[in-house]
């Protein structure tokens, strides 16, 4: 009976002792980035810390510096493919190159270790934001671009519908002026023969009148 305590107490460490892992993840915060990228091995592929630090390190590079790194990293194995999509996520690459670079580690997706399927998917899920993003922007453009179309053609059709206005409204005005002249100018008079001989000169004599001169002024 005095025992039962004991036993109990051993059945608990044992069932404890089951939960621990039997080995533990290296942690890589400590790891200096420049040293980052030439690690490799199946104790750092397969460490999800390992890929957590080399996205930690891409994120403080320059883009040229990224470019170089991932230059370096030229072989296929989906190990090298994924380091230099994590170095090349950040260094303002085209969507098309983004596009491709997940395309090539989508061919190679069903090599990625268990451990670190993860951690992929999640960056994974961030490329594929980051295209869709890229194709919202370039939709969005191309809209605006239509939209600034039809408002040239919409401000050229009303310049030329103004120019039609301002003509018509001239010449509405210019019609207007020329009838009220017509309006002010005087009626003239009626046609009055008698008026027109009242004033009209006395006849010259005729010939013969002219030469009849009187007896007393004929000379012997």
């Known amino acids: 009976m005095g025992c039962a305590p004991h036993a109990a107490k051993h059945v608990v460490n044992d069932a404890s002792q089951e939960k621990i892992p039997p080995y533990q993840l290296a942690d890589y915060l400590s790891t200096d980035c420049s040293d980052i990228w ?7 592929d397969n460490n999800p810390l390992y890929w957590q630090r080399a996205i930690d390190c891409a994120d403080r590079l320059l883009p040229v510096q990224s470019r170089n790194e991932a230059r370096a990293l030229e072989d296929g194995s989906w190990q090298n493919t994924f380091k230099r999509g994590i170095l090349l996520a950040d260094a303002k690459i085209t969507p098309l190159e983004r596009r491709d670079m997940v395309t090539r580690l989508d061919a ?28 919202e922007r370039q939709r969005y453009s191309k809209l605006q671009q239509a939209s600034d179309s039809e408002l040239d053609t919409l401000r050229q059709q009303h310049q030329h519908l103004q120019a039609q206005l301002d003509l018509t409204t001239r010449k509405l005005e210019n019609l207007t002026d020329i009838e009220r002249q017509l309006s002010t100018r005087k009626p003239a008079g009626n046609y009055n023969p008698d008026a027109t001989h009242g004033n009209d000169k006395p006849a ?8 009849t001169l009187p007896q007393d002024e004929v000379t012997p």
């Open 108 to 135: 190679l997706s069903a090599q990625i270790p268990a451990q670190v399927r993860p951690l992929y998917q999640l960056w994974r899920d961030g490329q594929a934001l980051q295209l869709q993003l890229a194709e």
């Open 204 to 211: 010259a004599p005729d010939d013969g009148a002219s030469s």
């Open 38 to 44: 030439l690690l490799k091995g199946p104790s750092t």
